[in-house]
């Protein structure tokens, strides 16, 4: 079920307008094109920007103001409809032609007032003069830093290790097919192509996604990496018919330093986990094995297929993994192994049960950042049951680090938990400055308190 927003007519503005609910500020996204310049941004701004009313054949522009942030986008009246707001219009700072009060002047534009106020004002250069002194503008070099923050070390051909879809456990050499936004299409080297040359199985992730690792990541930490079958040719494709390079560590993001020491995780130690294929729950795990670089391998406990193929790598940094109590501290529901409940599970009696240790707290990575989410804010989240999806969300619960997200419209079994810092979450207006596909709600959200009916559930790999 894949739908592209504007085609379905969805918009923002008036989706926002409707709910009463506000859009996660660009600050709070530190991976989003211009997050470091957000400061700058706010309500009361002043800016050069086209002019969209006017009978006039050529290209002519307009002073208006900021009224209202969210996300990317800001709300603007043109100088001269002071209280009507009647004519305000969204508009997309990534994208749309508005630009720091002087830029018409530099560049030769012409400033013509839209025609409805034309009429009432009768010397606009001393009316505009009066506006002017004191007002605050964009940063001259707003939309050159949008485009430095949009460059991305990565190209078709590159290759890199990443998480196979089919057995989790392990990763598998992928080839960058597509770049969008700094999100990658990932075609697995030998993931086969269809009797019309159509690739089978692909995967998106940003480039800065805890998924995806440079060539030889696996054999330096100790990951399982899937042979390559040498009898399946992409030859035919693309992305495979560029001299392949191998990615190196400098195209990834730094993960904290974790100090593995004597003191670190040990295998069979126990813990609380998101677990990788249902990212709305936090279960019953355990540690399965300690690799290196502070990477480890998590198993949820009571449903693993003895095998080790499902467990799940993470990093200690994670904020996916979490040390025991922390559900019931946080008023979560902690996902138990099959055969107990919650009216008589409890950590300590499990622990003793199973012969087994509570992973010490002090290795996790459960610090507030201050991130400035809150519940109800709005933004632009990946599915990451569906990666190739980013959907209209709304941030449901803020629990320390971690977000649980929900996609707008479907039901609350598809919410996930997120890390505030993800870079697979993004502000309202990001797919419209890159050119992704944004997934509208799939209908009306339901009326309050009443739940839609089931749709087909997820338990897919990803
Ligand atoms: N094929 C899936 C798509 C789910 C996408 C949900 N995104 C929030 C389904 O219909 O179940």
């Not at 009507?84 to 990534?94: K, V, Y």
């Not at 991305?152 to 456990?169: L, M």
């Not at 012969?355 to 989410?373: E, I, K, S, Y």
Request: glycine share 8%; net charge negative.
């Amino acid at each position: 079920f894949v739908q592209d927003a504007t085609l379905a007519g969805f918009d923002w503005g008036s989706y926002l307008e409707k709910s009463g609910l506000l859009a996660a500020p660009v600050s709070c996204f530190r991976h989003a094109p211009l997050c470091a310049q957000w400061d700058d941004i706010y309500v009361g701004l002043k800016v050069e920007v086209l002019n969209t009313h006017t009978a006039l054949p050529s290209k002519v522009y307009w002073i208006a103001t900021v009224v209202q942030l969210t996300g990317y986008k800001a709300l603007l009246r043109y100088e001269g409809f002071d209280d009507d707001d009647s004519h305000d219009l969204w508009c997309n700072l990534g994208t749309a032609d508005v630009h720091p009060i002087g830029w018409c002047a530099v560049n030769s534009k012409l400033l013509v007032p839209p025609q409805e106020v034309h009429q009432h004002i009768k010397d606009w250069k001393s009316y505009l003069m009066e506006r002017l002194v004191g007002a605050h503008t964009l940063p001259v070099d707003f939309h050159v830093k949008m485009a430095d923050s949009l460059r991305c070390p990565f190209r078709q051909g590159v290759r890199v290790e990443v998480v196979d879809r089919s057995q989790v456990s392990r990763t598998r050499l992928g080839v960058v097919d597509t770049v969008i936004g700094g999100r990658l299409r990932l075609l697995y080297e030998d993931g086969g192509l269809g009797p019309s040359g159509e690739v089978l199985s692909d995967f998106w992730c940003h480039m800065q996604s805890p998924l995806v690792h440079p060539v030889g990541w696996s054999e330096r930490v100790g990951h399982s990496i899937k042979k390559t079958d040498v009898n399946v040719n992409m030859g035919s494709h693309p992305a495979f018919r560029k001299v392949l390079q191998n990615s190196v560590p400098d195209q990834f993001k730094k993960l904290r330093t974790v100090y593995m020491g004597n003191k670190f995780f040990e295998e069979g130690m126990k813990l609380e986990a998101v677990d990788p294929l249902n990212l709305g729950n936090i279960c019953v795990a355990s540690i399965r094995k300690v690799l290196l670089d502070g990477y480890i391998m998590v198993g949820i406990d009571g449903v693993e297929i003895g095998d080790g193929s499902d467990w799940f790598c993470y990093h200690a940094s994670s904020h996916a993994i979490l040390p025991v109590g922390y559900c019931e501290s946080n008023n979560i529901p902690l996902t138990l192994p099959p055969g107990y409940d919650h009216a008589t599970f409890t950590w300590a009696q499990y622990l003793e049960e199973s012969g087994t240790v509570a992973a010490p707290q002090r290795l996790f990575n459960t610090d507030d950042v201050g991130h400035g989410f809150t519940p109800g804010m709005k933004l632009e989240a990946v599915d990451l049951m569906e990666p190739r999806l980013v959907c209209v969300a709304t941030v449901r619960r803020c629990v320390g680090r971690l977000l649980l997200l929900h996609f707008d419209g479907w039901e609350p079994e598809f919410d996930q938990w997120v890390d505030c810092q993800s870079p697979e979450i993004y502000p309202v207006g990001w797919c419209e400055i890159t050119g992704y596909q944004l997934q509208p709600p799939i209908g009306p959200e339901p009326p309050q308190g009443q739940e839609r009916l089931n749709t087909s559930k997820k338990a897919k790999p990803f």
